[in-house]
T-cell receptor, first 115, second 111 residues
Framework: DAKTTQPPSMDCAEGRAANLPCNHS???????VYWYRQIHSQGPQYIIHGLKNNETNEMASLIITEDRKSSTLILPHATLRDTAVYYCIVRVADAGGTSYGKLTFGQGTILTVHP | DVKVTQSSRYLVKRTGEKVFLECVQDMDHENMFWYRQDPGLGLRLIYF???????EKGDIPEGYSVSREKKERFSLILESASTNQTSMYLCASSGQGGGYTFGSGTRLTVV
């Protein structure tokens, strides 16, 4: 699986958009970008994933650059409950987005949302 | 929503004990995983399973074994618990669609 690079920490004001970057310059054609987050003392939570088109769901938006070498997770209106570690993971999946095998977690980005 | 349930939230065991950590998922997922998480080391994969009675070693399988007799249940076994196995243990499952669902974790302390 391709390696990812994320900033170790970021801050965001409550109510503002949080934009979390991820670099995955060695991504290959059949690798998807997945985002998870982990709130303190809980298991990681799936947020969103995508291949090359931008994606949006009730939690967040995922913007993938045209060359697919980087992506940005956007939390449009961050709340205090969004304070967590955010993990960007790249891995192979089939045409339906189903991936198999292990997820490899890096250190992620610690997002702190301030009042 | 997929639910992954781990049998205990907190557990304290003595050195040398055999420890069973149980994980059950309710969405008929084929794949199940056991991770441990330690400060500064992140999440590390111990074992995973693609199907009933199938198992694969992850990155740190030493000192652990697993059992998957039924599709919905994946057990992690510490054959002889040691203090360096004190950790947060996380179970996860995945199926069609790609997203992995994690349990809430079991914080194991070996004394």
């Amino acid at each position: 699986d391709a390696k990812t690079t994320q900033p170790p920490s970021m801050d965001c004001a409550e109510g503002r958009a949080a934009n979390l970057p991820c670099n995955h310059s060695t991504i290959s054609g059949n690798e998807y970008v997945y985002w998870y987050r982990q709130i303190h003392s809980q298991g990681p939570q799936y947020i969103i994933h995508g291949l090359k088109n931008n994606e949006t769901n009730e939690m967040a938006s995922l913007i993938i650059t045209e060359d697919r070498k980087s992506s940005t997770l956007i939390l449009p209106h961050a709340t205090l409950r969004d304070t967590a570690v955010y993990y960007c993971i790249v891995r192979v999946a089939d045409a339906g987005g189903t991936s198999y095998g292990k997820l490899t977690f890096g250190q992620g980005t610690i997002l702190t949302v301030h009042p | 929503d997929v639910k992954v349930t781990q049998s205990s939230r907190y557990l304290v065991k003595r050195t040398g004990e055999k420890v069973f950590l149980e994980c059950v998922q309710d969405m008929d997922h084929e794949n199940m995983f056991w991770y441990r998480q330690d400060p500064g080391l992140g999440l590390r994969l111990i074992y995973f399973s693609y199907d009933v009675k199938m198992k694969e070693k992850g990155d740190i399988p030493e000192g652990y074994s697993v059992s998957r007799e039924k599709k919905e249940r994946f057990s992690l076994i510490l054959e002889s618990a040691s203090t360096n196995q004190t950790s947060m243990y996380l179970c996860a499952s995945s199926g069609q669609g790609g997203g992995y669902t994690f349990g809430s974790g079991t914080r194991l302390t070996v004394v």
